[in-house]
């Protein structure tokens, strides 16, 4: 979640990009883990701005509200 955060605000004090900020990479480039709901077909990083309400992706409507979900996984 710390990551996601960072990022997220970095992104927001700067254009934001379809493209990932570098430290958004390998594992921690997955937003499945703390949005489980979120489509695992899509490009991680343009996944996290839809479940963040920050942004629309194709064929999913865009979110108003949004909440993690740190639920410990096997």
């Known amino acids: 979640?710390?990551?996601?955060?960072?990022?997220?605000?970095?992104?927001?004090?700067t254009a934001w990009s379809a493209?990932?900020?570098?430290a958004w990479?390998?594992?921690a480039g997955r937003p499945y883990r703390l949005f489980p709901d979120a489509p695992g077909t899509t490009e991680p990083w343009?996944?996290?701005l839809w479940a963040t309400g920050r942004a629309d992706l194709p064929?999913?409507?865009r979110r108003d509200t949004w909440r993690w979900d740190d639920t410990p996984r096997a």
């Open 1 to 13: 979640m710390g990551l996601a955060v960072a990022v997220l605000r970095e992104a927001s004090l």
């Open 19 to 22: 493209k990932a900020p570098a």
């Open 25 to 27: 990479s390998g594992t």
């Open 46 to 48: 343009r996944t996290l």
């Open 59 to 61: 064929g999913h409507p």
